[in-house]
């Protein structure tokens, strides 16, 4: 284990230690190389008419039409990323668009900035289907520090279309959510995690009940959006997949960024 990063509890025994004063050092660090956005606080920024007028709506269509295409599925596949498409793809003009955007959140580590934005940018074709029993269902914080997720939405994405599920000022580290985060790895230590919180809470992207994001004071929402929306998330911040009544597809260009050593 040689990068601060790392967060994978069954790999790392050693990390449950000292656990929340890694989170208390890991925010303060990124003071340094994070911009004073809502990031790092609300967690959500939404900037809907992101094309506007760039001849929108053709774009639009054509950004909608090259995801289509890809086969569907969640992860970063090689024939999915935006690299691999053609320079004139309207995926690329996307991505140029979303750069000053994404690079403009961080205040230092431009390389691996620069680096990670492409390494990790793909054409997102995500199937939703009910009872599918999808881990990312399941309320979480994707690692201890501040890492940002992105997706530009050339379609609307509705209530019932399965929306990302976010929870406003769960990046606020206060006394009740490092409690609970002292909580769980107390329950983890003791080999006392509920069944439900599954594999990826040993793993170190820590399950939340709906219950407990409840006794936070905090309250989940449904980031529904129209048509030509850029949503960027915080994801030490609680959020999920959404869930569907009927089998949907939803269309996105998505990146994110986490850097090697954030401590
Ligand atoms: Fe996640």
Redesign the pocket.
């Known amino acids: 284990m040689n990068r601060t990063s790392a967060k994978d509890f069954s790999r790392h025994p050693g990390l449950l230690d000292g656990h929340v004063e890694r989170i208390i050092a890991a925010h303060k660090a990124a003071d340094g190389y994070m911009a004073d956005t809502a990031l790092r606080t609300a967690g959500l920024i939404k900037i809907p008419g992101f094309l506007g007028n760039r001849r929108q709506t053709d774009l639009q269509t054509r950004v909608a039409d090259e995801i289509y295409v890809i086969r569907p599925g969640d992860g970063k596949r090689h024939d999915s990323l935006v690299t691999a498409s053609k320079p004139t793809s309207a995926c690329r003009l996307v991505a140029g668009a979303m750069w000053p955007v994404i690079s403009g959140l961080f205040t230092a580590h431009h390389a691996e900035v620069a680096r990670k934005y492409y390494e990790n940018l793909y054409l997102q074709h995500l199937t939703n289907s009910p009872d599918d029993n999808d881990e990312?269902k399941v309320f979480?914080?994707?690692t201890f520090f501040p890492a940002v997720?992105w997706w530009y939405f050339p379609h609307e994405v509705g209530p019932t279309d399965g929306p990302l599920m976010y929870v406003p000022n769960s990046p606020i580290l206060s006394p009740a959510l490092l409690a609970w985060h002292r909580a769980q790895i107390d329950a983890i230590r003791k080999g006392k995690v509920e069944e439900w919180r599954g594999r990826g809470h040993r793993e170190g992207?820590l399950r939340i009940g709906l219950e407990e994001i409840a006794d936070l004071g905090l309250k989940p929402e449904s980031v529904t959006v129209e048509a030509d929306t850029l949503v960027i998330a915080n994801?030490f911040g609680f959020?999920?997949?959404g869930v569907t009544t009927t089998p949907t597809h939803r269309l996105a260009v998505h990146g994110s960024i986490r850097l090697d050593n954030p401590i």
Do not use: E, N, W
């Open positions: 990312q979480h914080t994707d997720k992207s994801v959020h999920a997949r």
